[in-house]
């Protein structure tokens, strides 16, 4: 594998969404350092699968996302194997409702932990090989933030503070890195939680009447980080629509 490769940083890349990501940009040449929390036994055969196509290209990294004192080490870790780092796609998430009445301090602080500060720490500590390579980040957030979800207020605040960290990390970060957001909608159904019914009311909302799917959420991740030269501090929503709902 060359070391001259590009490399990214992808956090939730076990499955989902995330695996898509990240067998996107290996297949677009990167060498991808690949985070999961509790998805090992993922992690572990997404890696067997990428190092079967390039052995060298794929560094596995465990850490929980709610501890502040272990988000910088995915990047020191990703540095220490790699030698650079080119691109981090924060795309972890967690993800549950919080009704009003019953909310917890605990449950808020946990949404923003991962949903918000982690994203902030990572770029913190990616800013100096990102601004040396003149590198990308690119956020995860959510198409739900322009029709929030009932009883989800505190995961609302913490993708719209994403949102927001978003285009501030666009003037911070500038000219050296560009920083953007992908907001998917309807691309995979929770994998509890989503009853038919209410599947069906999503669809009747989206004018292209389907669900996306990981492989366009991950196109867009690589468009924005190869492709988007003359793009910084957007969200650009991947919904089939449903924002003109």
Known sequence: MSETAKVALVTGGARRIGAAIVRRLHAAGYRVAVHAHASGPALE?????????????????????????????????????????????????????TPLEAATAAQWDELMAVNARAPFLLAQAAAPALRAGHGAIVNLVDAALAHPLPAHAAYTAAKGALAALTAALAVDLAPEVRVNAVAPGAILWPEVGKDAAAQAAAMARTPLARVGTPEEVAEAVRWLIEDAHYITGHTLPLDGGRLLG
């Open 45 to 97: 055969a997404l890696s067997a699968e990428l190092d079967a196509a390039r052995p060298g290209s794929v560094l596995t990294l465990q850490a929980d996302l709610r501890d502040a004192s272990a988000v910088a080490g995915l990047v020191h870790d990703t540095l220490a194997a790699f030698g650079r780092l080119d691109a981090l796609v924060n795309n972890a998430s967690n993800f549950f409702p």
